[in-house]
């Protein structure tokens, strides 16, 4: 819709022909519908209704998923401060209040259907370094019937690699634990549906460093690998003639 309506001055009330477009009103957004339904203050006025505003509208009403046979796939990064907190994927419109919380508006009446399914391909806390394993890769999470919370409890531990030519790399690694809360739970209370990743930072650091061995150690090893096949043959050897009951030697003496 946007597409087509580029360049154009789109109608504001298109399901509504008893009210009379003004000239120079564009809504060519779901934000210019919001705008001008505002300032009308017609309760029969609904932006959920406008064609540009079937995207958000959907995300304010969980019901209205259950027709899309399709998911979303989300990729980037956040920076976050070194302290615990959270972050979640959930229905609804998300604002924060004037007492400085977070609040998800939607239609709870559905949230019990609302699918929380979801495969996380990867998730890490700073820069890869070798040899880091991330719990969380190529998790499956997939619910065949009703809905939730899935929580994962992160532990966050910083991490400084040292390479072999003196460079220093900080990132992070990470433990998890996780739970799950089905919506239709009564004795949990309400339940917003949803993947919440519930973090907090480690006191402690790791330090991984890298270190080449010496020529010395070299050929310490070397030898002792020397050793070690001269002696497991030597204990080879004598199995053998004890098996054989040492005729070897009666053949020598003839």
Request: aromatic fraction near 12%; include cysteine; charge should be neutral.
């Amino acid at each position: 819709m946007r597409r087509k309506m580029a360049g154009k001055c789109g109608p504001c009330f298109p399901n509504h022909d008893e009210m009379q477009e003004v000239k120079d009103q564009c809504c060519n957004s779901c934000a210019d519908v919001q705008s001008v339904y505002r300032r009308k203050g017609l309760r029969r006025l609904n932006w959920e209704e406008h064609p540009m505003c079937r995207h958000e509208a959907m995300l304010a009403d969980p019901a209205k998923l259950v027709g899309v046979e399709e998911g979303c796939n989300l990729f980037g990064f956040l920076e976050v401060n070194k302290v615990a907190g959270n972050f979640h994927i959930a229905p609804g419109r998300a604002f924060e209040s004037a007492q400085g919380q977070l609040i998800h508006e939607f239609k709870p009446f559905d949230s019990g259907t609302y699918n929380v399914s979801h495969v996380i391909h990867s998730l890490s806390f700073g820069v890869h370094y070798p040899g880091r394993h991330n719990p969380l890769d190529n998790s499956h999470m997939i619910l065949r019937n009703g809905s939730g919370v899935f929580q994962y409890f992160i532990k966050v531990v910083p991490t400084t690699y040292s390479f072999a030519n003196g460079r220093t790399l900080t990132s992070c690694q990470y433990s998890v634990t996780e739970q799950f809360k089905r919506a239709n739970d009564h004795s949990a209370g309400y339940v917003l549906p949803g993947v919440f990743f519930i973090y907090d930072i480690s006191p402690i650091m790791v330090t991984f460093v890298e270190e080449r061995p010496t020529f010395s150690y070299f050929l310490t090893s070397l030898c002792a690998i020397v050793g070690g096949v001269f002696t497991v043959a030597g204990i080879v050897d004598s199995a053998i003639y004890a098996a054989t009951g040492g005729g070897g030697s009666g053949l020598r003496m003839q």
